[in-house]
């Protein structure tokens, strides 16, 4: 078996995240880099196993002489786009993955690796990036902890609160014409530009006391074949940040596209999540607009959701992680690991 390039300890720090960072696991690639873990696991002492997800993609479950943990750490393997080259100024680490999650899974298995427990595991899913496959499919795994601690980065701050999401494609079809002729066209871009003007400017959608408001954010549009054509067709993908079940959009959404002519396909959806927290002192608490995988996590265990790193400069091209801030992150894994296994 090959060997790790770098001595696996707190003292190489640094070197270790340098190294994760330059493994392209941007979804859905994940495979170098789930091998590499498995690598790191195993030389740590750790049994792992995978869950199939689909063509060289798997989760990966590590345990330490304990197939049924009483807890588990989590986070995601996957990144988003582009992959960034690695660089380290001010005792801050650049690169993909920095911040979300690679920097704090590595403050996880550091943690772990003070505690020395069996009752301590991981679990690390692919595709939160986009449609959440990993997490979804990890509900079919035999195990049954007590307790999730879940990495995402919330500059080391545990949430209360996550807004839910709605993933929508809404379409339109058009007849192509001259546009010097209206009554021989009908153009599928006005159809959609009005109803999303409709969805932004809609004043039902739901608040909320502790989440605040539901936003709405318009991805991608594309539509048409050139200025002096009314276009034949028009698609555009939104996302909305929700504060509701998702039952509660539905209605207003179909109310609005069939105004419109327009088709309306939601096609990723999960519902606000309101955490119980760890009972400790010195525990600072948020609540955070994005999504995570909590919402399916959640059927395994209950999760205490939290990080190092800003969500901030998550998908920017400057994401990054100060190393002190990652060390305060070890602490705190370890504090909440501890407290967990003494419940």
Known sequence: MSSLPYSFDESSIR?????????????????DYLEHLELCFTQLGYQTARQNVSENRWNLLATRNNPNPKLLYSTHVDTVPPFLPVRFEDNTLYGRGA?????????????????????????????????????????????????????????NRVVNAQKGMIKLICSAQGVAAHSAYPARGDSAVHHLVDMLHDLLHEPSWPTNDTLGPTTINVG?????????????????T?????????????????????????????????????????????????????N???????????IWLVGPGDIEVAHTDHEHINLDELQQGIDLYEKLGKHALEK
């Open 292 to 302: 995570t995988d909590a919402t399916y996590l959640s059927t395994i265990a209950p």
């Open 238 to 290: 939104l996302l909305f940040r929700t504060v509701a079940p998702t039952k509660d959009y539905e209605p207003i959404i179909e109310r609005i596209a069939q105004k419109h002519g327009v088709n309306a396909h939601i096609y990723v959806e999960n519902d606000p999540v309101f955490f119980s927290t760890p009972e400790l002192e010195d525990i600072n608490l948020c609540t955070v607009a994005f």
């Open 99 to 155: 911040c979300d999650t690679k920097g704090g899974l590595l403050a996880m298995m550091l943690a772990a690796e003070r505690i020395q427990s069996d009752d301590i595991g991981f679990l690390l899913v692919v595709g939160e990036e986009v449609d959440h496959i990993g997490a979804k499919t990890s509900e079919d795994l035999d195990i049954k902890p007590e307790q999730i601690i879940l990495c995402e980065p919330t500059v």
């Open 220 to 236: 991608l549009l594309e539509g048409g074949v050139a200025a002096n054509v009314f276009a034949p067709s028009a698609e555009a």
């Open 15 to 31: 070197d270790i995240l340098t190294h994760w960072l330059e493994i392209n696991s941007v979804t859905p690639n994940e495979k």
